[in-house]
């Protein structure tokens, strides 16, 4: 069974431990990194809450996301932050099930409208997986990242 699980002090450290690909590196900040930045969030146009979910195939962490919250945004109330998967466990659909969990989050909540997310512009797996979801790129760079929208409701 895949399932998305909070981040705590019990699984943090195995967390910490994924890591992907040496030639995925630059795409994606470590784990630990993205942990110590969820106790803070994020002020940019607002602020935002960050919720870190570790990706469990079983007992076993395959993976890691974090997607956060600003329901006062004009354009996007919830943006896909993080999303990597282990070397180890990458081409299985881990990936996939992680995005669809986070829209199935979105749906429930009507104060989201609309979500987004960022990749670097040569990640072509990151592109085409959340092109398969709907998202249509924006045309504006955040950060060095193409941004890219996925419109929830009208």
Request: net charge negative; aromatic share 12%; proline share 4%.
């Amino acid at each position: 069974m895949i399932e998305l699980c909070p981040v705590t002090k019990e699984n943090w450290e195995a967390l910490i431990d994924l890591k992907v690909r040496e030639d995925q590196r630059h795409f994606v900040a470590s784990n630990l990194y993205s942990i110590a930045e969820a106790q803070f969030g994020e002020e940019l146009e607002g602020h935002w809450d960050f919720h870190p979910f570790g990706i469990y195939a079983g007992d076993v962490p395959v993976g890691f996301l974090m997607y956060g919250n600003n329901f006062l945004h004009p354009t996007q109330q919830a943006f896909i932050i993080r999303l990597m998967v282990d070397e180890k466990y990458q081409g299985k659909g881990y990936g996939r099930f992680g995005v669809e969990k986070l829209l199935e989050i979105f749906r429930a909540d009507e104060r989201i409208s609309a979500v987004g997310i960022s990749y670097e512009p040569e990640n072509e797996v990151a592109r085409k997986l959340y092109a398969s979801f709907g998202f249509v790129e924006t045309g504006r760079i955040l950060e060095g990242e193409v941004e890219a929208v996925l419109k929830m409701r009208p």
